[in-house]
């Protein structure tokens, strides 16, 4: 039997909750500030590093807008994400489906066609050298306003074939789903698949919100629906994903200790929970370094770690045939330790 380390790697995986902006890694922030000039308020790697010390969601949002001010071009955007791949390909994920914040770069003048077209040649290149499939999560940032996400929807039309689902992402405490009930709605009528952190700060009504009156396909954390027994039970029996991110988790405060993480609890209720790395560069690790963590805070056994990975292909937005084929690779892979 393998070691537990390549037992991780190995198994056939999908990335359904990462931000690509935070996969930028402090080496790369200062190599695309040197390339742009653009001035960072740290003058080492490792004063970046040190600075990553948060005590709650809007602690790390401060710092993770201002390090995104060193991204300008498509080849900005290009390397950043084929940094990712290379990364999430050696953990063995098979597919990720990448959240962008076009807002985030909008705002300082940088064009929407810059960040998608640098996403999408980077996209290519990684299905081409590792064979990993990918699709694109826009999401709104929910601190800003309604007409501002209408406006984000309005700038990718060009694009719209493009991009698989919208998200909602950003400070959640005050800014609850029902603000953006109508550009959930638009981006429905207009094909695309939604999902919104839901739950990671914000209380129960805010997981119940995202379901009902935004309609969403998966809740991005979900952490905080376990204090409502019914929020649970529905939950479990509509077998919606949740797409937990343990580190993340870990790093921002929702929970003390990973000691205390619920994701064997959550599997215990039924609940459809996977493995994500959320913001990788910021919190400490990729998506097997979440999967490590958890399976030896919470003893996790290779049948959670195989169930949490089945639930990752099986809730990604691949088509059923995609899906079916990576379901039968870890399977075999399962069967062969
Ligand atoms: N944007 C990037 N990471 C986020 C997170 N964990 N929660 C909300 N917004 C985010
Ligand atoms: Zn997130």
Redesign the pocket.
């Known amino acids: 039997m393998t070691d537990l380390d390549t037992f991780i790697t190995g198994l056939p995986k999908a990335e359904l909750h990462l ?1 690509i902006e ?1 996969s930028l890694e402090p080496e790369l922030m200062f190599a695309l500030a040197q390339r742009n000039g653009v001035a960072l308020a740290y003058d080492s790697v490792e004063a970046v590093r040190a600075a990553y010390a948060f005590s709650n ?1 809007q602690d790390f ?1 401060d710092i ?1 807008y201002a390090g995104a001010a060193v991204l300008q071009t498509a080849a900005d955007f290009h390397d950043l994400a084929m940094a990712y791949f290379d990364r999430a390909a050696a953990d063995g994920v098979v597919h990720a489906e990448l959240m962008f914040d076009p807002q985030t770069h909008t705002a300082r003048g940088i064009p929407f066609s810059e960040v998608i077209e640098g996403l999408l040649s980077a996209m290519a290149e990684a299905e081409a050298r590792h064979g990993l499939t990918s699709c694109l999560i826009m999401s709104f940032l929910r601190h800003l306003s309604e007409a501002d996400a209408f406006a984000t929807l309005a700038e990718a039309g060009p694009w719209l074939h493009r991009i698989t689902a919208v998200g909602l ?2 400070s ?1 405490l005050g800014h609850p789903p029902e603000k953006f009930a109508g550009v959930f709605a638009a981006a429905r009528a207009a094909g695309l698949k939604l999902v919104a ?1 839901a739950g ?1 700060e914000g209380p129960p009504a805010y997981v119940t919100g995202a379901l009902d009156t935004l309609q969403v396909d998966r809740i991005d954390h979900g952490n905080r629906a376990l204090e409502d027994t019914a929020l649970v039970e529905r939950l479990a029996a509509s077998g919606i994903t949740l797409t937990v991110c343990p580190l ?1 988790n870990l790093k ?1 405060c929702v929970v003390d200790t990973l000691a205390d993480h619920p994701i064997d609890r959550m599997l215990a209720l039924g609940l459809k929970a996977t493995i994500n790395s ?2 990788p560069a910021y919190f400490g690790g990729y998506v097997a370094d979440n999967y490590r963590a958890v399976a030896a805070a919470r003893g996790l056994s290779r049948a959670d770690l195989a169930r949490l990975a089945r639930n990752s292909l099986t809730g990604s937005f691949l088509p059923p045939e995609a899906i079916a084929a990576h379901c039968a690779r870890l399977d075999a892979f399962v069967l062969a330790e």
Do not use: K, R
């Open positions: 931000h935070g969601l949002l993770y992402d950003s959640e952190h990671e993340s921002l959320d913001d």
